[in-house]
T-cell receptor, first 114, second 107 residues
Framework: ETGVTQTPRHLVMGMTNKKSLKCEQH?????MYWYKQSAKKPLELMFV???????ENNSVPSRFSPECPNSSHLFLHLHTLQPEDSALYLC?????????????FGSGTRLTVV | RKEVEQDPGPFNVPEGATVAFNCTYS??????FFWYRQDCRKEPKLLMS???SGNEDGRFTAQLNRASQYISLLIRDSKLSDSATYLC????????FGAGTRLTVKP
């Protein structure tokens, strides 16, 4: 596989459920990101990891918990979400934090909280 | 003022038309600039980087005006397949995305 792979593609979960989103990149990049995209809004940066260390947390509620076991894998653990958390969650990677060459995005997980 | 502001659109143009998108950014220290394309219910994909001298890739031309903090994307001879949302992206310490401009090219 190449590029950035996200699973699952679609997820419907209740407000009391616990689920995890997975992202894997095969590009040899050192930085990985989680973004949230809601309808008609700009992408919102959630978390940044560089060499598997978290470097940014953009005031994200604790019901979102990231995990980065190595430079190729990134998880987003979800628990007790709210309906307003329904959105497209995108994982991205870049060579390094300079972001000079832009990002490569995964295909996203479309999350619906019911 | 929003960090990255784009024409809200939507732009509805006929095939073969020339269409231009504008984008302004608020952080004068921004260093890298990009246009991304996002198809409906898909992820954003890098269309092109934007360089100070301006750059062209086939039917697409991007320009940067640092003094006015302004970026543009010109699409010539538009095709049906150009229909998408175009995101302006500006990078300083992190990447800041515009909300996007929706383009629909009609037969």
């Amino acid at each position: 596989e190449t590029g950035v792979t996200q699973t699952p593609r679609h997820l419907v979960m209740g407000m009391t459920n616990k689920k995890s989103l997975k992202c894997e990149q095969h590009l040899g990049h050192n930085a990985m990101y989680w973004y949230k995209q809601s309808a008609k809004k700009p992408l919102e940066l959630m978390f940044v990891y560089n060499f598997k260390e978290q470097t940014e947390n953009n005031s994200v509620p604790s019901r979102f918990s990231p995990e980065c076991p190595n430079s190729s894998h990134l998880f987003l653990h979800l628990h007790t979400l709210q309906p307003e958390d329904s959105a497209l969650y995108l994982c991205a990677s870049s060579q390094d934090l300079d972001r000079h060459y832009g990002y490569t995005f995964g295909s996203g997980t479309r999350l619906t909280v019911v | 003022r929003k960090e990255v502001e784009q024409d809200p659109g939507p732009f509805n143009v006929p095939e073969g038309a020339t269409v231009a998108f504008n984008c302004t950014y608020s952080n004068s220290a921004s260093q890298s600039f990009f246009w991304y394309r996002q198809d409906c219910r898909k992820e954003p994909k890098l269309l092109m980087s934007v360089y100070s001298s301006g750059n062209e890739d086939g039917r697409f031309t991007a320009q940067l005006n640092r003094a006015s903090q302004y970026i543009s994307l010109l699409i010539r001879d538009s095709k049906l397949s150009d229909s998408a949302t175009y995101l302006c992206v500006v990078s300083f310490n992190d990447m800041r995305f515009g909300a996007g401009t929706r383009l629909t090219v009609k037969p």
